[in-house]
């Protein structure tokens, strides 16, 4: 049995029975709890769910995106037949164009957001995530960090800057990582600061646990443990039905045995890894799952 679909749907379950509908700006009300707190041993199981498909390839190219190719640019995405962030993207004139809800005298009032960020940005995320890395030499001084001063209790990789915040079309979620090495492990701790639970979560948790084993393997090291702090799991109400589908097959059917992940063992540069659509050299074997369920994205 996989341990991430058991702990997944605890997760799940604990929103629907105690969670709490608010309003928020995407105009879509979700169910959240506060806070949570997950647990992987990635020598013991590689997470990605069974209950549901994962697109595997569309989550790792999106970390390679990040932290490998460090970039901003949706079409880099879409030359590889990833459509996650077409919706935040930047039009040719320089302006992000969305329907959501903004603050006036006190209460969400649904309007057309036009922002206009300039044409330097067409086609781009803005100022977040792989531009945050590429600016900060991020993942070149954690690697560096590990490599010579594994000790260290200082590794950390934050994709939360406030002087980029206003030229973001969308600040990270998945804003700060904290790395450490210990026994001959690497292990990571990634906080969240909202998190889409039916959409976002099994992607995060899938990505953030190859990008540890990537992270290893070019240091010398082994994977550890993957922690993760969620604020604000929640699940938006149009997206109730999914989960509840989510539920019953995990019930009814079960689930599969995790499948195990893939790494060419030949690969010792981080910027050596194929990011192609193939992913030539980051694979997961024996993935079985119960299909595809059908979820909205709401901006």
Known sequence: MSKFDKDYLKLCEEILNNGVEVENRTGVNT????????????????????????FFKNAITE?????????????????????????????????????????????LVKKDIHKFFGKEYAHTI??????????????????????????????I????????????????????SEWSVSDGKVNCWV????????????????????????????????????YWSLKDAHIYVNQVDGIKE???RYK???????PKLWINPEIKDFYKFDNSRELKDIKIENYKHHGKIEFEITQ
């Open 63 to 107: 970390m390679l995106w990040i932290y490998q190719e460090q970039s901003n640019d949706v079409r880099w995405l879409q030359e590889r037949g990833n459509h996650i962030w077409d919706e935040w993207e930047v039009d040719e004139e320089g302006y992000w164009n969305a329907k959501q809800n903004v603050l006036e005298n006190g209460k």
């Open 246 to 248: 989510q539920l019953r």
């Open 157 to 176: 990789m934050s994709l939360w800057q406030n002087e980029w915040l206003d030229t973001a079309v969308l600040p990270s979620c998945v804003w700060s």
């Open 126 to 155: 803005g100022t977040a995530y792989g531009w945050i890395v590429k600016r900060y030499h991020l993942i070149d001084d954690l690697i560096e960090k590990i490599k010579t001063f594994p000790t260290d209790r200082r590794m």
């Open 31 to 54: 169910i959240n709890i506060p806070g949570y707190f997950l647990e992987f041993d990635l020598e013991k199981e590689f997470p990605i769910l069974t209950t549901k498909q994962v």
């Open 252 to 258: 009814e059917l079960g689930d599969y045995e995790a």
């Open 191 to 226: 906080h969240q600061r909202s998190c889409d639970v039916p959409l976002g979560l099994p992607f995060n948790v899938t990505q953030y646990a190859v990008l540890v084993n990537l992270i290893a393997q070019v240091t010398g090291l082994k994977p550890g443990k993957l």
